[in-house]
Nanobody
Framework: QVQLVESGGALVQPGGSLRLSCVTSGFNLDAYAVNWFRQAPGKGREGVSCLTADGRAVYPDYVKGRVTISKDNAKNTVYLQMNNLKPEDTANYYC???????????????????WGQGTQVTVSS
């Protein structure tokens, strides 16, 4: 069955960097898009980035220039590199897939059926 397992979350100071990983199984990573979402306390899940099946990345304006999504098909792993982290980036970060090839709904959590358990990122001095 489809599984996604995130790791890499940590406590980091403002201005720092982190790389999150999402190990996937149960589907071909080179055939489907994968998304990163985040959820801060008291808020809904918001899209952070998405990578199409053929490797095109999309980002919302609120993270553009600070995050990079990538994947290693051989390792069945999707990465999220985050730089210049801010306190408002504090959240639980999730990877997800809707088993489609594009990122047409990458900002809409309700469109996604398969989720990992999340990894906590805390940005604080």
């Amino acid at each position: 069955q489809v599984q996604l397992v995130e790791s890499g979350g940590a406590l980091v100071q403002p201005g720092g960097s982190l790389r999150l990983s999402c190990v996937t199984s149960g589907f071909n990573l080179d055939a489907y898009a994968v998304n990163w979402f985040r959820q801060a306390p008291g808020k809904g899940r918001e899209g952070v980035s998405c990578l199409t099946a053929d490797g095109r990345a999309v980002y919302p304006d609120y993270v553009k220039g600070r995050v990079t999504i990538s994947k290693d098909n051989a390792k069945n792993t999707v990465y999220l590199q985050m730089n210049n982290l801010k306190p408002e980036d504090t959240a639980n970060y999730y990877c997800a897939t809707d088993l489609t090839i594009n990122c047409n709904y990458y900002l809409i959590a309700a469109e996604y059926d398969y989720w990992g358990q999340g990894t906590q990122v805390t940005v604080s001095s």
